[in-house]
């Protein structure tokens, strides 16, 4: 049987792009696939009372600066070295992640990601301005105009509302959360358990 | 030079106990050892605005039951079957914390943090009530009581603030905390990367 890690994605947190880059190294060891299945942070933060670390923990002292430390500490031992923070952050990332729906429909869904991931988390663009994002997709070799007005098709809307709310009954209220099987792993620390479990389950 | 994992330790949270007995195999394989640092919890909270999670996420969905399975992953990785969650939970350990001030003083410091950590998450005795921790303690093999009486001395109460008021002047804002050298690391699901600086350190 085909191992699948499914991995319930946004843009939104830099936590995304490190997770995204570290599991090929997962894929090439354990032969499993990732199957990111687009879900709103917004939309889970809403259904769950959860808010970002950098807000929840903003008045306690030291615990942001470690997950600075944390996060620094992951790029390194995965060798992430064209990482930037976005100055822009944080993002609404709600049309980008339409986006992702409608880049399903087109079978094009690891590209728009990679594109996506790369023009924000890369190269510091504000990709929660339409235009930019329409402008990073052309060059990318998307029709970016088309993908940004597809955005508004009721349908793409009600689709990335569904795949929100079924995670956050399924438990999540998190990005990256990772599903393999009924088992879930939320945050980039647990990336090992992760290749673990996928061993396990072979 | 022997290599040394500095532990941050407070007995009032489950996670103490789950990696005390957790880094038994890493100081096993690497051969470090542990130079537990009694530091009072409450006291951390107080000067970083902290709280434990069990409150802090307690309104978000899915968060804390979350927290739960992992625990329970760490228990069963560890083979750790003896643990049993304290029904007098959360349970103040200033006393117990004081305590261990005064056996550090006799150089009985990792055996009064057996006895005590097995009374409080092996026993479910209700460790915060002094007679409930002088018969735990005389029970093995210590003069409880006079243990007890030593706690209020105010030299023994000043160590323990000054230990932990240093801490957070070092970052630390929650227990278990770890430090390899100057390299700092919070939270049981931290251990693998404690005993990863121990190897590269060496």
Sequence with gaps: MAKTIEFIFDFASPNAYM???ALAGVCERTGATVNYNPCLLGGIFKLTGNQAPFISFAEVRGKNEYNRLESERFLKKHQLNAFKMNPNFPMNTVSLMRG??????????VEYIDTVLTAMWENEENMGDADVAARALTAAGFD??????????????????????????????????????????????RIGQVEEELMASA
Tied chains: 1, 2.
């Design 19 to 21: 997770t995204y880059k």
């Design 100 to 109: 992702l729906i409608v880049a399903e429909e087109m079978d094009r869904k």
């Design 144 to 189: 970016g105009a088309a993908i940004v007005e597809k955005t508004q098709d009721p349908a793409i809307k009600q689709k990335l509302m569904d795949n929100t709310s079924a995670a956050v009954e399924r438990g999540v209220f998190g990005i990256p959360t990772f599903f393999v099987g009924d088992e879930m792993f939320f945050g980039k620390e």
